[in-house]
């Protein structure tokens, strides 16, 4: 058995109690507040949430209950006690016997946080090695005891792998097993599952659940998705600019909100909120469209990618067919790897289809180049998943804003000042934007200035690929309720491409599902959540977080 | 007594590092000051000498550093410090040809290579790999030797060993930037390829390659400087920094300034050059 040996820690004292705590970041204009007088405690066998937009401060506290704040990083009040022990002012040696043996860190991104020439075994070996678990034959008893607990199959083959050989999801299982491998007190899981899909998500954070009621061991979830926070804690700690909005008992949070702000979260959260329209009005929708051409038809789109003389080729996507009507929004819906990208970057004429057909406004993207491509994409645009890469760094917004203009030779140098200030417009930038270049917008801003772009043209289609998924879920919100506002006055046509069903439920009136770049289901958005037909769906919609909640509370 | 040492050596360390952070920004201003300065040699000699490079005064030969002669004279009488002056534009114009060569022309073979791609960039890789293949000095040589002697085909010699180094970065470069979303959203907002490859991929590849063009310019002059010492440079009696060092080569036992402080000129150049090529790709990383 494990001894804790740590000097005054104190097994029935509270795990976590923190205290008025305030933190500063200093820089070169002084010291920046991000924390202001948080207070809260953990008890043996709860789930504390922190719950927050990026800059809330959420990361900060978990990083600053592990003592791995950053290194301008200052507790300039309050106090941390960890098991009884006040541990505010502890050195870097002190903190050693703590981390890893009675506290357990479980990183955000799975990818980069296993050292890619270490295997698995070695590994998992290192935290009990650094904390004497035990001689060499019972560590690697322990090792592979702890990769059965995180139910990895076939655990003697495992240990011989390295990272690269795991997916996100088994990698984030070992990261796991390394985290509760001395049996630790609490187990900090910065955004756990933020980084991998929306049905391994759900698994993984079951296996915390498991672990936190089978061994008594405490869990403080950090996490930007008010849904996952509905599911799993028993208290949630609600964040804002570094300030606590509001504690307590997640369901009293969670369906009697208090603070303002909280009520915010609450309604910009698509997993919590109710269905927008009902498939009635969609099938009145299509009647009236029954006699248009649909703006973009796929049939029977197959993409094979060679890899290499040995392996057959990789069907990517495999006989996919769907239509997108004038002024309406159809979804793909898939996690990573199900063929939903490359069908985008297909219909965008980026990449030649091995076979079958894509027709955008009656021009075949499968058979046209040069000239005529460019010529096609005039009504044919697209929005892409992260603001920080799709906006040249050196270009200003108008230049971004123009650039689309002058590439077709549209209007006089004064026509196209007005109509990129009337795109700025549409997407509610101020027409001081103008002059801004990227590195200085927030990431909700940049996703506006993608869409003025994509808008300026004036496309009849637009392809979004993932085009809120980067984003808070507040600003989120806003560009959801933009791209519709955009639809009902411009009529442009959706293609919306997601891995969030919930999202997909408010904006798509009609969707396909995805597997491994099969089409496995399609339909109206309101049948397929109502009846699912195929288990594939019926596993997605059963992922996605908030679900349980909602059903414990009705 | 152990105890003492320990506590206390993290602190000299993190006082160290903040001293270097400190240094830091006086170094780079110093290299720029310094460079500044050869560069005002180079513009305006007659301004910081008032000898004459070529004719020296034959009774005042082989003095030692004084007040009269700075640096020295040489064995014919010439006043070295007169001559690193007025040297100082033979070896910073022939290295600045060389460095804009290899920047135009390896730049320009990375771009095509790295947005073309398929056989063009084949066959052009493999020229680029054929030049590493040679020792750069050689192939400067054997360029000398072909093309001639003079200061232009010095240049163009070395120039032409530093193409492979820019080519092989450019090209990177270009490839990283190609594979961004924004230059994907170019082409989709109608821009063909070349405007979107002149407006978007070039200017975003650009800062390391200025960043080693800074570097190679002193790479270049010590290039220059080697080939001037075996003889392949500029002719005697041009004050040429490394002709001037080859040639306090046979006093080296008797007059030590002939060939040190022309090298130590040079050693410097070469420091002040890379310091602002760190600093230039480290703005970049920022």
């Known amino acids: ?26 820089g070169r204009t002084g010291d920046t507040a991000v924390l202001h007088d948080v207070s809260f405690s953990l008890g043996r066998g709860d789930t504390l949430t922190l719950v927050g937009e990026s800059g809330s401060g959420k990361t900060t506290t978990a990083q600053a209950l592990i003592g791995l704040l950053a290194a ?66 019972a560590t690697r008893r322990r090792v592979i005891e702890l990769l059965e607990r995180v139910q990895i199959s076939e655990p003697e083959l495992r240990v011989k792998q390295y990272p690269h050989e795991l997916s996100g999801g088994m990698k984030q299982r070992v990261l796991i097993a390394s985290a509760i491998a001395m049996r630790p007190a609490l187990i900090i899981a910065d955004e756990p599952t933020s980084a991998l899909d929306v049905t391994v998500q759900k698994t993984i954070l079951d296996l915390l659940d498991e672990l936190r009621a089978e061994s008594g061991t405490s869990v403080l979830l950090v996490t930007h998705d008010l849904a996952v926070a509905a599911d799993r804690a028993t208290h949630v700690i609600v964040l804002k600019d570094g300030r606590v909005q509001e504690q307590g008992p997640s369901a009293a949070v969670l369906w009697h909100p208090q603070a303002q702000y909280t009520r915010a979260l609450l309604a910009d959260a698509p997993a919590l ?73 297909a219909v965008m004429g980026f990449q030649k289809p091995t076979s079958g057909g894509i027709l955008v406004d009656g021009v075949d993207m499968t058979s046209v180049s040069g000239q005529q491509l460019r010529q096609a994409r005039r009504r044919l645009q697209m929005v892409y998943q992260n603001p920080f890469g799709s906006l040249d760094p050196r270009q200003s917004v108008q230049q971004i804003l123009v650039e689309p203009m002058s590439n077709y030779r549209i209007g006089s140098a004064r026509e196209r000042q ?137 | ?67 009269a002669h700075w640096f020295g004279t040489d064995a014919t009488g010439r006043d070295m410090y007169t001559r690193v002056v007025f040297g100082s534009v033979h070896t910073l114009v022939t290295a600045l040809i060389a460095v804009l060569f290899g920047l135009v022309f390896g730049t320009g073979i990375g771009l095509v290579a790295g947005s073309v791609r398929g056989v063009v960039d084949a066959v052009l890789m493999r020229l680029v790999d054929v030049l590493l293949a040679v020792p750069s000095l050689l192939l400067s040589l054997s360029i000398i030797i072909v093309l001639g002697f003079g200061t232009t085909q010095v240049a163009i010699a070395v120039g032409i060993t530093s193409v492979a180094a820019f080519a092989r970065l450019a090209r990177a470069e270009v490839m990283r930037v190609r594979a961004m979303d924004y230059v994907e959203a170019a082409f989709a907002s109608g821009g063909s390829f070349v405007s979107v490859l002149l407006r978007h991929v070039l200017p975003n590849s650009l800062t390391p390659v200025i960043a080693l063009a800074a570097l190679q310019f002193g790479t270049a002059i010590l290039s220059i400087a080697a080939l001037g010492f075996l003889g392949y440079g500029a002719p005697p009696p041009t004050p040429e920094w490394g002709l001037m060092i080859a040639e306090g080569r046979n006093y080296i036992a008797t007059s030590w300034w002939l060939t040190t402080i022309p090298g130590v000129v040079v050693v410097l150049t070469v420091l002040a050059a890379n310091r602002i090529s760190t600093a230039i790709s480290e703005r970049n990383r920022a």
Not at chain 1, 274 to 284: C, I, K, L, N, P
Request: aromatic fraction near 4%; glycine fraction near 8%; charged fraction near 20%.
């Open chain 1, 1 to 26: 058995m494990i001894q804790k040996q740590l000097a005054g820690w104190n097994a029935s004292a509270p795990v976590v109690e923190v205290d008025g705590l305030s933190i500063a970041y200093s």
């Open chain 1, 72 to 137: 301008n990083g200052r507790i300039t009040h309050g106090s941390i006690r960890l098991g009884g022990l006040d541990v505010t002012e502890w050195s870097s040696k002190q903190w050693l016997r703590l981390r890893g043996s009675h506290i357990g860190l479980v990183p955000q991104d799975p990818h980069n946080s296993l050292n890619p020439v270490r295997r698995i075994g070695d590994s998992l070996a290192e935290v009990m090695n650094l904390h004497r678990f035990g001689n060499a034959p």
């Open chain 1, 273 to 345: 909120s109710a269905a927008v329209r009902t498939s009635d009005d969609v099938r009145a929708q299509l009647a009236l469209s029954q006699h248009a051409e649909p703006v973009v038809v796929v049939n029977d789109l197959v993409q094979v990618f060679s890899r290499g003389r040995t392996l057959p080729g990789l069907r990517a996507v495999d006989s996919v067919s769907f239509e997108v009507r004038r002024g309406m929004t159809h979804a793909l819906v898939g996690e990573s790897g199900s063929g939903k990208s490359t069908i985008a970057r």
């Open chain 1, 418 to 554: 007005q109509r990129m200030l009337a795109a700025l417009d549409r997407v509610s930038l101020p027409a001081t934007m103008a002059a801004k270049r990227p590195h200085e917008m927030s990431g909700g801003q940049r996703q506006r200035v993608a869409i003025a772009r994509a808008l300026v043209l004036e496309p009849t289609v637009l392809v979004l690929d993932e085009a809120v998924s980067a984003l808070d879920v507040t600003v989120q919100a806003s560009i959801l309720e933009l791209l519709s506002e955009v639809q009902r006055e411009l009529g442009t046509a959706y293609l919306f491409i997601s891995h969030d069903l919930a999202v997909v439920r408010q904006v798509a009136q009609t969707m396909t599902v995805l597997s491994h770049g099969v089409a496995v289901e399609s339909g109206i958005t309101e049948d397929v959540f109502a009846s699912p037909q195929h288990p594939y769906t019926v596993t997605l919609l059963d992922a996605i977080p908030g679900r349980r909640a909602q059903s414990r509370a009705l």
């Open chain 2, 1 to 67: 007594m152990s105890d003492t040492t320990r506590t206390s050596e993290p602190s000299t360390r993190r006082s160290s590092v903040r001293r270097a952070g400190r240094a830091r920004p006086i170094l780079l201003v110093a290299a720029a000051v310094y460079l500044a300065l050869m560069v005002a040699w180079a513009v305006l000699p007659g301004l910081f000498a008032h000898g004459d490079p070529i004719v020296g005064v034959a009774t005042d030969g082989l003095q030692a550093p004084s007040a």
